[in-house]
Structures are given as C-alpha cells and as structure tokens.
C-alpha cells in the first residue's frame, strides 16, 4: 500500500543515515525501522527471525574470523 511520509529535515537525514546503514532505499529503511520498533507479540520469533538475517548477512565475515 502506497503512502506518502512527511518528515522534518532533521528526519529525513536520519532516514537517509538508516538507510545507508541498511544499504537500502529510504522507502526499505522506514518499512524496516517500523518492523524493528513495532511491539512484536511473537517475539521469540522476531528475534529468531532477526538474528537469522543478521546471521546470513555477515556470514562471510564472521568465517572470516573463525578462520582468523
């Protein structure tokens, strides 16, 4: 669902600042920041979920550091 977001310029900047730490639009950013802030019910599988990701993104640095 389509929606337009207005921000202030201070948050705009910081949506930017997420979004390049996620390396991703600032549309994936926001959707992102409301999933990780939003309370989860389910949370033992929000964190499962999350450290899969996490686990999956850095796999190549944390072989990396076995390795090391």
């Known amino acids: 669902m389509a ?3 207005r921000l ?3 948050e705009d900047a ?3 600042r997420l979004a390049q ?3 991703t ?3 994936s ?3 992102a920041a409301i999933e990780i802030a939003a ?3 389910d949370h033992p599988e929000f964190v499962a979920a999350a ?3 996490l686990l999956d993104r850095y796999a190549g640095l944390l072989a990396r550091l076995a390795e090391a």
């Open 14 to 16: 910081t949506l930017a």
């Open 29 to 31: 950013a926001a959707a």
């Open 39 to 41: 309370p989860r019910p």
């Open 3 to 5: 929606m337009t977001l």
């Open 51 to 53: 450290t899969g990701r």
């Open 21 to 23: 730490a996620f390396r």
């Open 25 to 27: 639009s600032k549309n």
């Open 8 to 10: 202030t310029a201070d």
